[in-house]
Every structure is written in C-alpha cells, then in structure tokens.
C-alpha cells in the first residue's frame, strides 16, 4: 500500500539485523562517534530469536570491540577444550590422527550465537544505538538519482488477500545518510540490491549451504564442556558436500548439526533427513538417547569465500558480515569475520557519512586476506570427497598462494535431472530419536506466523511446479526445505503447490535451490519466524 501516509524517523546510520556484524558496526561506531543516531531494526520478536550457528568464535575481533568482555561473558560461553574429526560409515567411524589447522580450537570458545547476540544488544542501547526488534524491512527507499536513502518498515495487519485488516498500521519510513545491510546469509533486501547495482559483475556467483541444529539437554554425566567433534562421511556419500558438528556445551546441553552444501546433484537429497541420519549413527545416538531438544532451527551458511564477494558498497550503503559474504568454509566460522566487518565498517562511518571507499577498505583488510587463502578448499569438493581434502591438504601446505582460483557456480544450477542423477544407494538405518519428522521439527523451532497475511514466500509461475518440476526434478522443493513448507497436493482441479507458510523458519533455502529461480523469499510481517532459545 505505498499511497498511505507513513511516519518517518531520520537517523544518521540504519542498520538492517540484529547481528554480530550489524552489532558490532553499532557498538564501534557509537564508541567512535558518540554524537551520531544509530538505528539497527530487526525482523525477529525479540534479539536473537532468528540467530542460529554452531557456533565456535575466535575471540580476537571481540576482544578489540569489548575489551572486558571476559568480566560478564554471554549466557553460554564454554572454553574450547578439546577437538576431534571424525570420517563415519554406516556403522563406526575413525578419528582423524592430524586436525587441519583451521579446526585447532585452542583458544576458541563455544557459545550459542543467538544468546551472544542478545547479550551485545543492551551493551549497544548503553551507548545510546536504539534497537527495535520486530521492525521488519520489507524494501529500501532511494532517491530520485537511485541512491540509498533509508528503509521501509512492512505494514501490520494486511489480510491475505492484500487488503487492510481491521488492525492496519502503515509500516514507518527510516530515512539515513548510510543504510547498513547486516541480514545474514541470502539477505533479501541485498539480493535486491546486488542485482540493483550490479555488484556480482565482477565476482563469481554466491554460493551457500544448509544448516540444521539442535539444542539437547541429555541425562547428567555424558558431557564433556568444550569437547568439539566434527564429522564428514556417512550419510553423505562422497560426491555431496557434508558435515556435523556436535559441542558440549555446560549444565548437560549438546548443540549439534548437520551441513549440507546447496551445490548437491541428486535431486531426491534431503538436508532434513541426512541431518537424522546422522544422529541415529552408533557413535552419536548414545549421547543423546533419553535426552531431549530444548531449541531447533535451519539457516542458510554463505560459503562463496573470496571469489564470490560482491561489491559491497553503493551509492548510500554497505554490506557487512554474512550478507555480504564472509564466512571462512574451512573454519566453519564467520562470526569474527561479521564483528570485523562491522567494526570497519564504523571506522569507515566515522570518518564520513559516506559508503563511498568501504569495499577498498574491507578488500585491504586482514578479514579478506583469511578468505583469500582459503579460497579454493570448498570449490575443491565439487570434485568429490577424497579430491576435496587431497585439495583443502594441498592449499593448506601452500598457503593459499596457488597461481589459480576456482570457480564458483550458482547452487540452483547443480541439480541432476531425474532419471540422470546416477543414483546411490541411500544407505539409511531406522530412526528412533525425536524428532520424527519435519513438522515435529518446526514446533521445536516455536515459529510463529499469523496465518491471514499475504504468504512471504512468492512463486513466479505456480504452473511449472505441476509440469516442467514435476517431471524434470520431482519438485526437490518438498525435499530441501527442512520445514514442510512446499507440499504437491491433489484435489478436484488436479495437482498444484501448496504453500505451508507459517511453517517458515526464515533459512532461505528455497530462494537459494530452486533450480528455476522462480521462488522468492520477502520478509512476512515483523515478530513472525522462529523464536529460537539458545541457537
């Protein structure tokens, strides 16, 4: 509804997501410049109820940002004690007797990011940043020449059909001289703008995986605080791109995942699944039989590296952290590059109003620097699994300076056709740990979404999903989405999607997968999503 009178606030800075990065950029900026209006919005109910991460950090970029952070560490926070990488077949598994460099914890800490995050917030209000969370970006403004100039708050209380409910209230105009994008992994309001502006012309396609986590209270005794395992093998067979990661965390809790690359062939794959699988396996099960799942969630992992960062500035604004591209594969981490992007993101602010000059600042930055050594380690698995470590063994000895860069290719484009995929044997066992199935799943991640709003999910063309999909892939979107959000169904007129929006944990993988980029994810109305605890 754009010819409603809208209430405008003016800040100097706006930052889209509650973040690390957005954060980060908040808290530095205001220590820098105490005299300029900070503003960071957040789509979720409350800060950190749509973060989800493993997650491990270095402690480096938070240390410079919050120098005494040690004195009044977040809510879960468990030093990193010990490491193990596994391979797993079906029935056992081997420890690998030499840890990459990139997966030494020494130093690290365990933390659940979503606390972390909710934990920074009231240190940025200290300094004055005001944060809303429940304010969802639907669109950004511009002026007459296209430059940024603020952001639109969605409207509350529009009926599904479009029109207004009897609770409408107009979404409120921000209006700033530097709009900061800080929203994760596959942003939407970035995707808009990368395509705007043309910022991927010179890099390569971004690239992305999946990410399924839970958080377990398991019975006294079986825990091991700061204990870190990761996994690769069984259930992926070794031509996908897969990982778990599993962290004893303090007061008998387990957080553990299942990464499963978005560049898969096969189109009958499912991430949901693979990630129960895995936790069926002998080695995993006994941890956690007689336990239970206190949170869960999904969320898209940015993996493009070095290669696949865009442009990250424009005329009124800037990308920072996991929306721009920062994540470091072989570590499995990016939140100290989301604080380190934040930060000189501020440093930039501070010293003018002006987006102008950030993306030569961040290319010259030792956060670029680690992403460009580990450029061709994840690219080297699209070759398969052995290719891929003999690869990651090579630029690890190397350095990263090998005279050539991969490529990347877009994730929508991997999938085999049915019928070509060379089919392997799933090699699955029988599940007996909850959940049973995705929709289980879903109420462990509290996602709440009123159901009389227009579906946030946008399909172009509804009829290719009964025809071209159908028969080309078998409509591979009932099987990624890790939320039952996509279903075929039948009725009188025949077969046709139907779109389980409420369902929706905000992962962004159907905008990613889709092998005929027709899906389109837009922000449902601000507080609707997962209410994640502890992710």
Known sequence: MTDVERDVM????????AGPAGLALAIRLKQLKPELSVCVIEKASTIGAHILSGAVIEPGPLDALLPNWRDNPPPICVPASEDELWFLNKTGGRKFPILPPGMRNHGN??????AMCAWMAPQAEALGVEIYPGFAASETLHDDAGKVIGVRIGDMGVAKDGSPKAGYTPGIDIHAKVTVLAEGAR???TKRLVKRFELDKDSDPQAYSIGIKELWQVPAG?????KIVHTLGWPADNKTYGGSFLYHLDNDRIALGYVSGLDYKDPQYKPW????QWKNHPLIQPLLEGGNILSAGARAIVTGGWQSLPKVEMPGALLIGDTAGLLNVPKIKGTHQAIRSGMLAAEHLAQSLDSAGFDAKLRASDAMTELKQVRNIKPGFKKGLWFGLLNGAWETAVGGHSPWTLKVTPDWSSLDKVGEHEQPKQDYVDRTLVPRDRLQGVYYAATEHDEDQPVHLRVLDTSICVTRCAEEYDNPCTRFCPAAVYEIVSDDTGKRLQINAANCVHCKTCDIKDPYEIITWVTPEGGSGPNYQNL
């Open 222 to 226: 079986r825990t091991k605080p700061g």
């Open 187 to 189: 942003g939407h309001l």
């Open 10 to 17: 003016e800040y100097d800075v706006v930052t889209v997501g």
């Open 109 to 114: 800490f365990i933390v659940s990011l979503g």
């Open 273 to 276: 699944e693979a990630f129960q």
